[in-house]
């Protein structure tokens, strides 16, 4: 996981959930860093920097597909 690079940044834990369940449709390997903390004490997300998905790099251009299609329905910030 130490080659996985970002791709978006999340600031609330709900904005990622419809994400997980797309990701793990493609299979695809990712994790979100700050996760469990931001679950735990919500106002430290933005303290850590948000809610980081980290993905491998060789996954970027499907889920850049797959974040520009939810984007429409989601205020992400795509790094």
Do not use: C, W
């Amino acid at each position: 996981m130490e080659a996985f690079i970002t791709i978006a940044i999340f600031d609330y834990i709900h904005e990622i959930e419809i994400l997980k369940h797309r990701l793990d449709q493609e299979g695809l390997q990712y994790y979100f860093e700050n996760e469990i903390m931001s679950s735990i004490v919500p106002m430290y997300s933005t303290a850590l920097g948000g809610i980081k998905l980290k993905i491998h790099p060789n996954d970027f251009e499907t889920v850049k597909t797959i974040l520009q299609e939810m984007k429409y329905d989601n205020n992400l910030k795509i790094v």
